[in-house]
């Protein structure tokens, strides 16, 4: 069975700061696909990006961006110019790329961010 | 804007009593999913909603009941609640077109007491 494991339950960092939050997963299949999801106090989680797993270029999303290795099955996520707005839960989630909908998520970061 | 609505926000119910939360959306997606959330927990699938087709994970309680009477509408049934099944509970939804699977949508969710 699939397994995501985030060792961070807690990180901050300052305005306009770089951080990054650590994921691993584990996995003995070869297609998949890998996400974080945002999470704000009290509203809904989103999407803030996601990776395939055959694609060796990391993915990015203007100040999100991830550094995607893949044998060491490791998936993290860089914010850079952090903002307080990107104060939440975050969550890095697994889908197998075979005919599955279902997310397996780690247990979540909570990122606060310091003005 | 199109979106998942989850209601109530909060819900109170007492220990045994029947309780239904309710999930729509505008997005005319024809995959439902729910999710529940504990505390510094990662979210856990219940179940979802091909359509009609209900599709139930395997280690979801028996407790746990769900509807969907249309695209727009999902409903989560808890039969008789116990003091372990106070959680957030995520409503999502997604496209599943030609075998594809897309990004899952979620709602802000419902935040389950019981008494």
């Known amino acids: 069975a699939q397994t995501v494991t985030q060792s961070q339950p807690e990180m901050s960092v300052q305005e306009a700061e770089t951080v990054t939050l650590s994921c691993t997963y584990d996995?003995?299949?070869?297609?998949?696909?890998l996400f974080w999801y945002k999470q704000p106090p009290s509203r809904q989680m989103i999407l803030v990006i996601r990776?395939?797993?055959?694609?060796?270029q990391n993915a990015t999303e203007n100040r999100f961006s991830v550094n995607f290795q893949k044998a060491a099955k490791s998936f993290s996520l860089k914010i850079s110019d952090s903002q307080l707005g990107d104060a939440a839960m975050y969550f890095c989630a697994y889908r197998s790329g075979h005919n599955t909908d279902k997310l397996i998520f780690g247990t979540g970061t909570r990122l606060q961010v310091f003005p | 804007d199109a979106m998942v609505i989850q209601n109530p926000r909060y819900q109170v119910t007492q220990f045994g009593k029947p309780v239904t939360l309710s999930c729509s959306q505008t997005?005319?997606?024809?995959?439902m999913y729910w999710y529940q959330q504990k505390s510094s927990q990662a979210p856990k699938l219940l179940f979802h909603?091909?359509?009609?087709?209900?599709?139930n994970e395997a280690d979801t309680p028996d407790n746990f009941q769900s509807r969907r009477p249309n695209t727009s509408f999902c409903f989560l049934d808890i039969r008789s609640p116990g003091l372990g099944d106070a959680a957030m509970y995520l409503c999502?939804?997604?496209?599943?077109?030609?075998?594809?699977?897309?990004?899952?949508?979620f709602g802000p969710g419902t935040r389950l007491t019981v008494l």
């Open positions: 996995t003995s299949e070869s297609y998949y696909y």
């Open positions: 997005l005319n997606h024809n995959v």
């Open positions: 999502a939804t997604s496209a599943r077109l030609a075998g594809l699977y897309n990004e899952q949508f």
């Open positions: 909603y091909y359509d009609k087709d209900f599709n």
């Open positions: 990776q395939e797993a055959y694609k060796q």
